[in-house]
DNA sequence: CCCTGATTCGC
DNA sequence: GCGAATCAGG
């Protein structure tokens, strides 16, 4: 298998939409977890939350001098003026609550553009909760969206634990010939979607009304406000949060 | 054990 | 550029 346009287009939309590295070498069929890290890296899709991963190279090197010294007794104690905190990184006396590492980890990738930012209408009309200091868009608590995984041509599947059996063989439905019909003249395609519109899947998957949000982007992430309101909640106990989750799109669809 | 992503390094 | 092997935290 080989990376064609738009395997690699389905990686990174997957990735940016806060799936895992398993879910979307499954997707993808035909190349290995390690295989889709590697790519997503090449790609510089970097910026996940990774389970390994707290301190920057520096820290790290410290830790490592430090086990070094440690374990080789009292033998050259950290050379390194490593604790000094940077002068623009003033460490604020954070109370560290839940920050997530993806808000911290910005995206690097994203291109700034000067485009003059229009309006930027906090429109919380919708949200009950009764927050008393709302300050900024308050900090997102869940770096993963409640999306499952996607399939070999963009759709969007169920849960991973409910297809199984086939491991490389077709797509398990068949994949809509993007027919331009009027009612799809206004809906936004897999292949519309960009850095600065909205990702978040409407409809069902393979069938023809399928699209996406489209909405301008809640800056810095994949959905457009609403829709982060819907992608990043609480995480539940473990990835074991199968029943009923909010799914993105109508929910799973008896069949 | 399982999962995760990061990194390395031979190809 | 690719990805298996390896590493390391949860």
């Not at 485009?115 to 927050?131: F, G, I, L, S, W």
Request: net charge negative; with cysteine.
């Amino acid at each position: 298998m080989s990376w064609t346009d738009e395997r690699i287009q389905t990686l990174k939309t997957m990735w940016e939409a806060g799936q895992t590295a398993s879910q979307i070498a499954e997707a993808l069929g035909g190349v290995s977890r390690n295989a889709v890290i590697g790519k997503a890296h090449r790609l510089e899709l970097q910026a996940r939350p990774s389970p390994v991963k707290p301190n920057d190279p520096e820290a790290k090197a410290a830790a490592a001098a430090e086990a070094a010294a440690s374990a080789s007794a009292a033998a050259t104690p950290a050379p390194e003026p490593v604790a000094a905190p940077e002068p623009g990184e003033v460490e604020a006396p954070k109370p560290a609550p839940v920050v997530p590492p993806v808000v911290a980890a910005a995206k690097p990738a994203a291109p700034v553009e000067p485009e003059p930012v229009a309006e930027e209408p906090e429109d919380e009309e919708d949200e009950d909760e009764d927050e008393a200091a709302p300050a900024v868009v308050a900090p997102v608590r869940a770096p993963q969206p409640i999306l499952r995984s996607v399939g070999p041509g963009g759709f969007l599947r169920q849960a991973p634990g409910e297809q199984q059996p086939p491991s490389t063989p077709a797509p398990p439905r068949r994949l809509v010939p993007a027919k331009p019909s009027a009612e799809m003249a206004n809906k936004t395609s897999l292949l519309e979607l960009n850095d600065r519109i909205c990702k978040w899947p409407l409809g069902h998957p393979g069938e023809p009304d399928f699209h996406f949000c489209g909405k301008a982007v809640n800056p810095g992430f994949p959905y457009c406000v609403d829709h982060c309101g819907h992608a990043y909640q609480a995480q539940l106990p473990r990835r074991d949060r199968r029943p009923t989750p909010p799914l993105p799109f109508g929910g799973p669809r008896p069949r």
